[in-house]
């Protein structure tokens, strides 16, 4: 039987978690993966008698005891969302039931998380992490949620409009998502908005896009142009070779913003999203679960060995 001291709940195609466990295993430390996607290929069972969770995987067992359970890296979603895909009855069961699962892995409440599912759940709702970050002194765009508009719409001025969640599609075998886009008010007026809630912000203009990888108390920020020029726009929707990341250093008052943005979220990581403008930094959206692997490679930030000193000195917030 394997004692786990570390928990890795992810997913089998994953970078960012490779790389976790790829500096584990450099430094000796003994850790337990389990992907979502192959969670019926195991066998698992928590004893609430022994307040711990048993796990076959081919021949092999490894036990996760709350005693010694010392850190979660969390890589999952904590709530399901509908693609238009038509599942089958037993894969809505799989997907259903084990969400569940992980959702109740609350249970090892005494182990470090990053990030704890209910912080990741609470702050991902958009509206709550723009209101937060107002509060902790961060600068945010003029925006609005709903389905209706402002009655100040100005028919020549830009807007930027942004789904209020992840919006996902399933088309002719194709997953697909939406991305920020740039609309006139004309055009808004024109839309038929009132079927589905909308964030709707006003257009930064002439903006360098700023990602702040945050782990712990360490922040990465880093600069993102295209050929060295500003980008107008969603920046993702760019070909990749034409991008350009510069480390940067952030003014102390931003800096401390940030940090005092994710206590009140209770986050331990987060892909933070900034854009300046004339020396302005304006708050976007922190992301709980975003994307960082690619960073180590783009710009060679040890993002994977910040989070691994992080989970083995158990230093950060241990939940929510």
């Not at 259903?96 to 990053?114: C, G, P």
């Not at 990030?115 to 902790?136: G, I, M, S």
């Not at 919006?167 to 939406?178: H, I, N, R």
């Not at 331990?268 to 403008?277: E, Q, S, T």
Request: glycine residues 6%.
């Amino acid at each position: 039987m394997n004692d786990v001291a570390f928990l890795i709940l992810s997913n089998t195609y994953d970078f960012s978690t490779d790389l976790i466990c790829c500096e584990l295993e450099q430094r000796g430390e003994k850790y337990l993966r389990l992907n979502r996607d192959r969670f019926s290929d195991h066998r698992l069972l928590f004893s609430l008698e022994d307040d711990d969770l048993l796990v076959e995987i081919g021949t092999q067992q490894y036990r996760v005891s709350s005693k010694l359970l010392r850190s979660i890296y969390f890589r999952a979603p904590v709530f399901l969302r509908g693609t238009g895909k038509p599942y089958s009855p037993e894969e809505q069961l799989f997907r259903n039931q084990w969400s569940s699962f992980i959702r109740n892995l609350t249970v090892f409440n005494d182990a470090t998380w990053i990030n704890h599912p209910v912080a990741t759940y609470r702050a991902e709702n958009k509206l709550y992490q723009l209101k937060v970050a107002r509060e902790v002194g961060l600068m945010v765009p003029v925006t609005f949620v709903g389905n209706s508009l402002p009655n100040n719409i100005d028919c020549d001025k830009e807007y930027i409009v942004k789904s209020l969640d992840a919006a996902l599609f399933y088309d002719q075998g194709q997953e697909m998502f939406t991305y920020s886009s740039i609309i006139t008010g004309k055009e808004l007026i024109q839309s038929e908005i009132q079927y589905a809630p909308i964030i709707l912000q006003e257009c930064l203009r002439n903006k360098t896009d700023v990602r702040v990888t945050v782990v712990g108390d360490t922040l990465y920020a880093t600069s993102i142009t295209r050929n060295g020029e500003n980008i107008e726009g969603d920046w993702r929707k760019h070909e990749k070779e034409f991008l350009v990341y510069s480390s940067i250093i952030l003014p102390n008052d931003v800096q401390d913003g940030i940090m005092k943005l994710m206590k009140v979220l209770d986050l331990n990581f987060g892909g933070v999203d900034l854009a300046i403008v004339d020396g302005s930094y304006y708050f976007i959206e922190v992301n709980p679960t975003g994307e960082w692997g690619w960073l180590t490679q783009v710009a060679s930030l040890p993002i994977d060995k910040q989070i691994v000193n992080c989970m083995i000195r158990c230093e950060v917030g241990a939940h929510a």
